[in-house]
T-cell receptor, first 116, second 112 residues
């Protein structure tokens, strides 16, 4: 159990376009999901906390108008990278907890974004 | 300010040996300490986790040792195998449904 999926697994887009990444909890409901960004050979950097039915909470330095997060249901959160630029190329990973007070977080397989 | 310090940055272990990765934290409010394993191009997978009410937890070849007074915890991989070659991250959190604070990771290579 506790499976998190992401779609797409990889995407290539042109500079200036927008890309949407989906994160789904397949066998549990997640009131909270988290979005991370990871550069090669580095640790995970928290971008934002996504709460179902409310606005996301962004970490300092993360542009909320560029990285739009929508938590439409208890099993789906989306991250849209707007007006993407090459520096946005990265590995984006979401995670979710199976319960309001659950400590365990399960990660999706990640989405590799390349902006050309 | 890095709240979870992880060492070593990289580790090479012979097949069958013991791999040991250490983490230290500063925030005494942390009360959940998981370890994640990540293979290249994949998301992190929860390996094992511990709460501060116990000093050790073992699952198969993986053991977490926890020292609350020293604010340190470590991952021991017994009988290390080439398939264990991956990046390992320690993490910590202070309550449920809150973001994890990650260490910088350890790249483990198990050589035959």
């Amino acid at each position: 159990g506790a499976v998190v999926s992401q779609h797409p697994s990889w995407v290539i887009c042109k500079s200036g376009t927008s890309v949407k990444i989906e994160c789904r909890s397949l066998d549990f409901q997640a009131t909270t999901m988290f979005w991370y960004r990871q550069f090669p050979k580095q640790s995970l950097m928290l971008m934002a906390t996504s709460n179902e039915g409310s606005k996301a909470t962004y970490e300092q330095g993360v542009e909320k108008d560029k990285f739009l997060i929508n938590h439409a249901s208890l099993t789906l959160s989306t991250l849209t990278v707007t007006s993407a630029h090459p520096e946005d190329s990265s590995f984006y990973i979401c995670s979710a907890s199976p319960g309001l007070s659950s400590y365990e977080q399960y990660f999706g397989p990640g989405t590799r974004l390349t902006v050309t | 300010q890095q709240q979870v310090k992880q060492s070593p940055q990289s580790l090479i272990v012979q097949k069958g040996g013991i791999s040991i990765i250490n983490c230290a934290y500063e925030n005494t409010a942390f009360d959940y300490f998981p370890w994640y394993q990540q293979f290249p191009g994949k998301g992190p997978a929860l390996l094992i986790a511990i709460r501060p009410d116990v000093s050790e937890k073992k699952e198969g070849r993986f053991t977490i040792s926890f020292n609350k007074s020293a604010k340190q915890f470590s991952l021991h991989i017994m009988d290390s195998q080439p398939g264990d070659s991956a990046t390992y991250f320690c993490a910590a959190s202070s309550e449920g449904n809150t973001p994890l604070v990650f260490g910088k990771g350890t790249r483990l290579s198990v050589i035959a």
